[in-house]
């Protein structure tokens, strides 16, 4: 009897393994993963002035797509955090329009963003973060330049291209072909310093002033060297740590200097404080600036004693260029707040990138480095026009120098020779 029924009793054990081999069996739970701290919603924005009266914009078109990723990164805590915030709004201003024209390629743009902290050990974590986890396409330094010379390395190994918005050094681009800047180079915005003292301003004797750290020392050294070929004659030169606030035994060493005019580099903070305590001590002399003082913030803590100030800059505030116009205009009704020279250079940066993946017809990063070096005569920007770049990565455009008057930027003089405003 048993040897009857041992073959089928085999079987039945057989096809029961088989029935639990083909079952289907648990998947293992993923590992939960830290959410990255990047934010990519950009606040309202009001309409560019582009679209057509008869068409009302509530929101960006949707698409089935995913959206082409920027990264991007900038000091919105720290000492320089408005700086940081101006750049970011900014950026986030040219994304909204960008997307409310359809977008690049039929596709949405993204803004991944980090704070910097204006530290360069955080900003390579950050540029690292944004190439290797984010899969950004191309990044953006809506940082300082001590920033921005961190994060170059690490986008130009990775292949991946970066665009300077204000830092100034020339380290930045000589990092590699893959970096490119928005602003203008240190040397140059020195150069047209020492141009506007001495041959528009027709003065001679100056005393220099000049913040210590990469963003000062460099623009003073572009300003001794054209202020040489001038003929001006330096009778001080004196250099403060960053975040100054006491500059009277300064100011005294300038009254007894015999200087006709003083270029100090700074940022606002350190500006407001030295135009305010030069107005105290009786120093009653021209004082020349640059980009740094570039700020609302700048008009608002000097006060009246910021009137009458120049400076050297990137913005002119007066300009019937149509982009410019719009980037102010829509800036100061998100915002409720004037633009400066910080946020037109993040908001260029995007509008570079935008009009590169979409000549390129591609996301592929040297597609894209190809057609920012071939940009010529480029408009929809608001620092603009932008002539084209050099071997070397380096913009061409007019400079502006811009006057305090009745508490508010407007324009001294343009600088618009080629020669004098390329590298």
Not at 130 to 153: C, H, N
Not at 290 to 299: I, K, N
Request: hydrophobic share 40%.
């Amino acid at each position: 009897m048993i040897k009857k029924f041992f073959p089928t009793f085999i079987a039945l054990i057989v096809m029961s393994m088989l029935v639990v081999a083909c079952a289907p069996q648990p998947t293992p739970t993923p590992e939960a993963t830290q959410p990255p701290a990047a934010e990519t919603t950009a606040p309202e924005v009001t309409e560019a002035p582009t679209v057509p009266a008869t068409e009302t914009v509530t929101e960006a078109p949707q698409t089935t797509q995913e959206p082409i990723k920027i990264g991007f990164f900038s000091p919105t805590t720290g000492f320089a955090a408005a700086d940081g915030t101006s750049a970011l709004q900014s950026a986030q201003l040219a994304v909204k329009i960008v997307n409310e024209k359809g977008g690049v390629l039929g596709r949405q743009l993204e803004l991944v963003f980090y704070d910097d902290a204006a530290k360069p050990d955080q900003t390579s974590a950050i540029a690292r973060k944004l190439i290797e986890q984010d899969k950004v396409v191309a990044g953006i330094s809506g940082s300082y330049s001590g920033s921005t010379r961190a994060a170059a390395p690490i986008f130009q190994e990775a292949g991946i291209p970066m665009l300077s918005a204000y830092g100034i050094h020339p380290e930045v681009t000589k990092t590699g072909n893959m970096i490119f800047r928005i602003g203008t180079l240190a040397d140059v915005q020195g150069r047209i310093g020492a141009e506007l003292i001495g041959n528009v301003m027709n003065f001679k004797k100056v005393a220099i002033l000049t913040v210590d750290n990469d963003f000062g020392i460099s623009l003073t050294d572009g300003f001794k060297k054209h202020a040489t070929d001038l003929g001006l004659e330096i009778v001080l030169e004196e250099k403060y740590p960053l975040g100054e606030t006491e500059f009277r035994p300064i100011i005294g060493k300038i009254k007894s200097s015999g200087a006709e005019v003083v270029y100090a580099t700074g940022y606002f903070n350190e500006a407001a404080n030295l135009v305010s305590q030069a107005k105290d001590e009786g120093l009653n002399i021209q004082i020349v600036g640059q980009e740094g003082y570039d700020s609302p913030q700048f008009v608002q803590l000097g006060g009246p004693a910021t009137e009458g100030v120049v400076i050297t800059t990137d913005l002119n505030r007066d300009s019937d260029r149509p982009m410019t116009k719009t980037f102010l205009e829509q800036y100061k009704a998100t915002y409720g707040e004037d633009a400066d020279m910080v946020g037109a250079s993040a908001f260029d940066a995007v509008m570079v990138l935008a009009y590169a993946i979409q000549t390129a017809g591609s996301t592929d990063p040297m597609a894209i480095v190809n057609a920012i070096s071939n940009l010529k005569n480029f408009e929809d920007v608001a620092t603009g026009p932008f002539w084209g770049y050099t071997a070397d990565r380096e913009v061409l455009r007019p400079i502006s120098s811009q006057i305090v008057k009745d508490g508010a930027f407007h324009l001294y003089h343009e600088f618009d020779d080629l020669q004098l405003v390329t590298p």
